[in-house]
């Protein structure tokens, strides 16, 4: 498997480094991730300036451009083979509920739709974390079976992943967003986290409303009356 790692932390952050330096071994990985930390950045681009990149050395690269730059950047210009997965994270503190319109972290692998699997968020259930080994760990057996995951690739995954504390042995449930309507009683995101599981939700950007087409149909008609 071929992976595309980043994050919204900035290159030098412990989630992504931890992380990278499990992975380089068992995949071929090519790690950019932004100059400064851009969390909070969402999905935003660079628009008017071509974001400056830098070889640290160890394979590791940085981009003096959002998470998103970093994904876009990498994919046409940087990165010696097409990526298989976009992996954005680990990112210290949850990215739950209706703050991942918000994440850098999800930015990023939203912008990573369309590859051969689906796109990975990743976030740990702290702001404090310096030793990442719990959630790597756990990262890496979702990424390890990702390919198992037969549904389409345009969606990504957001993975929320419990202290050690929380419990050692957590369960991976599937959730969906805090305040989301949810008919088939599957658990919010924030609740499971909150039991000590890890979350895991399958996101995609909704651009079309099914639901108001028709009430927008109509209100649209009296416009040109």
């Not at 994919?75 to 949850?94: A, H, K």
């Not at 959630?135 to 202290?163: A, T």
Request: aromatic share 8%; proline share 6%.
């Amino acid at each position: 498997m071929k992976i595309l790692l980043t994050n919204d932390d900035g290159f030098e952050a412990p989630g992504i480094v931890q992380l990278y330096e499990s992975l380089k071994d068992k995949y071929e990985v090519f790690f950019l991730a932004p100059k400064e930390n851009m969390s909070g950045k969402g999905s935003a681009i660079t628009v008017w300036d071509q974001p400056s990149f830098q070889n640290h050395g160890n394979g590791i690269h940085s981009l003096d451009g959002t998470p998103v730059d970093c994904v876009k950047y990498a994919i046409n210009f940087y990165c010696p083979f097409t990526p298989d997965l976009v992996v954005s994270g680990i990112n210290p503190g949850p990215n739950l509920g209706t703050d991942i319109l918000l994440s850098g972290t999800v930015g990023a692998a939203l912008e990573g739709r369309n590859l051969k699997y689906p796109s990975i968020a990743l976030s740990a259930n702290s702001f404090e974390l310096n030793d990442y080994s719990h959630q790597v760990k756990i990262s890496e057996e979702i990424i390890g079976k990702v390919d198992q995951l037969e549904f389409n690739s345009q969606c990504i995954l957001n993975v929320n992943i419990p202290n050690y504390s929380d419990n050692n042995n957590p369960k991976a449930e599937f959730t969906v967003p805090s305040l989301e309507i949810d008919e088939n009683n599957i658990s919010e995101d924030r609740k499971s986290l909150e039991k000590g599981n890890i979350s895991i939700s399958a996101l995609t950007p909704i651009l079309y409303s099914h639901d108001n087409n028709d009430i927008a149909r109509s209100w649209t008609k009296k416009l040109n009356n």
